[in-house]
């Protein structure tokens, strides 16, 4: 059963275009989401989190978007840049019931192009 | 600050043999967290200690893992025997007690069960 999904294992953009990663989850009891970034042998990176009770968070060219109704997440990237390339994971956590437990999705390989 | 550190970085084995795993987590951090991410999956909790004390083994396979964290510090994961289904990077992390705050990850074991 899998709680967080990524529906596009693969998704190449080219240098300076927007890039969009989907995420959607099934538990209504996640209430933290986090997106992780990763490089071949490394581990992953935090990039960026949101809380249920915000809809949108921003860092720099990285934006969250949580559509709690929709039990959907995307993350934005503008403009994309070559170094981005890299496996994007999604991940939840319930932390009013099971604290900083994060499930995680499958990963979305980001490729772009210049 | 110095990362989340792991050795070896690869492994090869045969099936039936044993292996261990070691995680140093970065300074001050209680909580510690081994993953299983099998090619083309997310990473899959198998066990979550907080200091010393194990919060979360509910995923590890029992009959063929173990792990301790002796100390609230280092920690070893150990496979006994193993399995070709074992095959995968082995992610060790860790996480501050602030509140919200991520999970940093090392760079992984990669495992090779022939």
């Known amino acids: ?3 967080v999904k990524q529906n596009s294992p693969s998704l190449s953009v080219q240098e300076g275009r927007i890039s969009i990663l989907n995420c959607d989850y099934t538990n209504s009891m996640f209430d933290y989401f986090l997106w992780y970034k990763k490089y071949p042998a490394e581990g992953p990176t935090f990039l960026i989190s949101i809380s249920s009770i915000k809809d949108k968070n921003e860092d720099g060219r990285f934006t969250v978007f949580l559509n709690k109704s ?14 981005d390339s890299a496996v994007y994971f999604c991940a939840a956590s319930a932390l009013q019931t099971s604290y900083d437990k994060v499930i995680f999705g499958p990963g979305t390989s980001l490729s772009v192009i210049p | 600050e110095a990362g989340v550190a792991q050795s070896p970085r690869y492994k090869i084995i045969e099936k039936r043999q044993s292996v261990a795993f070691w995680c140093n987590p970065i300074s001050g951090h209680a909580t510690l967290y081994w993953y299983q991410q099998i090619l083309g999956q997310g990473p899959k909790l198998l ?3 907080q200091n010393n004390g194990v919060v979360d083994d509910s995923q590890l396979p029992k009959d063929r893992f173990s792990a301790e964290r002796l100390k609230g510090v280092d920690s070893t994961l150990k496979i006994q025997p193993a399995k070709l289904e074992d095959s995968a990077v082995y992610l060790c992390a860790s996480r501050g007690t602030a509140a919200f705050s991520e999970q940093f990850f090392g760079p992984g074991t990669r495992l ?3």
């Not at chain 1, 929709?70 to 170094?83: M, R």
């Open chain 1, 1 to 3: 059963d899998q709680q």
């Open chain 1, 70 to 83: 929709a039990k959907h997440l995307s993350l934005h990237i503008v403009p994309s840049q070559p170094g």
């Open chain 2, 47 to 49: 066990i979550q200690f």
């Open chain 2, 112 to 114: 090779t069960v022939l």
